[in-house]
């Protein structure tokens, strides 16, 4: 997918897409390194968007480990399918984790990685979404999500903030990548 289409679908929904451009294969390679992918059967990306985590996601992937992703934005769901077609795929909210599993009878899973902008997402859908995914996340499961640094002082990266120092064990951030456009950083949680 190039630059232009990932703009528009920005100016089409702002507070869904959450960037101009899409994520760096530099922030990618700093979010994906956080995962251990050897004892690894299911992971879960919420917001893949283009795909550039998924690429790297895909490469590490063995037989045996399951690979879901959520996207809402429908243009971006059907280039992932299309880009993807050995991975899964749901053209729904993150909010709908729990029914998404139960569909593929999944009890719970190991790995979130998360493209979601959680500084302009509604509160109540940042409670949510992180209640499905802490409900199915393993003990010593990892979630890894970003930040942008300018939207740091926005009330919803405040509360996300608040909300993962309080639910997971351990919580670390990854240097500033500075290499995207926002730069950006990993929170990577360990439950």
Known sequence: MNRLTFSA???RSPRTVGAVLPSSRALSA???NAIDFGPLRTIVEFGPGTGVMTADIAARLRPMQNYLGIELNVVFYKQL??????LLFFNESAVNLTEILGRKGIAEIDAVLCGLPWASLPISEQE???GAMLQALR??????TFAYLQGLLLPGAWALRRRLKANFAAVATKKIVWRNFPP???YVCRR
């Open 128 to 130: 949510r979404i992180l």
């Open 184 to 186: 950006a950083f990993a």
């Open 81 to 86: 399918v299309q880009r993807f077609p050995q």
């Open 9 to 11: 679908q920005f100016w």
């Open 139 to 144: 003990p010593g499961g990892a979630f890894v």
């Open 30 to 32: 700093a979010m994906v």
